[in-house]
């Protein structure tokens, strides 16, 4: 069932399922709780799994002229724990979703349990950048169909064989991404705080226990970056699974749900 809370500025819209330890799901660049389909029923099986679409994006509203930057996501974060009464939580953000997870783990310290950066970057001039190709694909256009350079960027981002190979889902993810509308102010703004996010310098002070997460054929945000965000944390591991694309996530939702789950269990 969706529920929202009010954070001010508009309604963050959010659903739960399962049982245990709460685990906060924070989404990718322009998506939302929509994304994770193919994974919250595994992890609620072993934990309460706290999806949401961030601040303009589908189900949530902000008021015309609002901001959209990392920091107010992870504001937002803090908002919606506080009001389902949580005082800590597993977090799991992956690419921008690792991005907010940062900032959240580094700003509210004892909001976060434990946490998993999968797919993502301290981002800053340390960033290990994709093929110019791939870069193109996310640039905003005023001239190109919107409807298929989504596509096409959403494409890029799974291996070549599973686009062959599983048409239906691919097809599915995209069309879920087109439904779920991201209005262009704030697909921009999501954009300009993720070219400028750079955590390089403070990610060491994280204290949280953090798996880093990523596939080796991942071409959007290459693994180099889990490695070299991995070496400047304290209280990381490191996890490169083989042939694991950016959305290792959707594609082998049992790989990325075993990893975390052991993860998070660990004593």
């Given at each position: 069932m969706i529920e929202t809370i009010d954070i001010g500025v508009g309604s963050l819209a959010f659903e739960r399922s399962g049982s245990g330890d709460p685990l906060l799901?924070?989404?990718?660049?322009?998506s939302g709780m929509w994304s994770w389909h193919r994974l919250t029923g595994l992890l609620a099986e072993r934990f309460e799994v706290i999806a949401f679409d961030p601040r303009g994006v589908a189900r949530s509203r902000i008021a015309p002229g609002a901001e959209v930057t990392i920091d107010l996501i992870a504001e937002d974060v803090v908002s919606l724990l506080g009001s389902l009464g949580i005082e800590s939580a597993h977090v799991l953000g992956i690419s921008f979703g690792g991005f907010v997870a940062q900032e959240l783990a580094l700003g509210?310290?004892?909001?976060?349990?434990?946490l998993v950066l999968a797919s993502t970057s301290f981002g800053g001039t340390g960033h290990v950048t994709p093929s110019s190709d791939v870069l193109a694909a996310f640039a905003p256009s005023e001239v190109s169909d919107p409807e298929e350079r989504r596509r096409q960027f959403l494409t890029m981002a799974f291996s070549p064989e599973f686009v062959e190979n599983e048409q239906d889902?691919?097809?599915?993810?995209?069309?879920?991404?087109?439904?779920?509308?991201v209005p262009?102010?704030?697909y921009r703004q999501q954009l300009a705080s993720?070219?400028?996010f750079d955590t390089s310098e403070r990610v060491?002070?994280?204290?949280?226990?953090?798996?880093?997460?990523?596939?080796?054929r991942?071409?959007?945000?290459?693994a180099e970056n889990s490695r070299n965000l991995a070496r400047a944390m304290h209280f990381a591991e490191l996890r490169i699974v083989p042939g694991g694309s950016h959305m290792l996530f959707v594609e082998r939702p049992d790989i990325f749900n075993e990893a975390v789950t052991e993860f998070l269990l660990a004593r």
């Open positions: 799901l924070i989404p990718g660049f322009a509210y310290p004892e909001r976060v349990n434990r889902v691919v097809s599915e993810f995209c069309e879920q991404r087109l439904e779920n509308v262009d102010e704030v993720a070219l400028a060491g002070k994280i204290l949280a226990r953090t798996l880093v997460l990523s596939g080796d991942d071409t959007v945000v290459p």
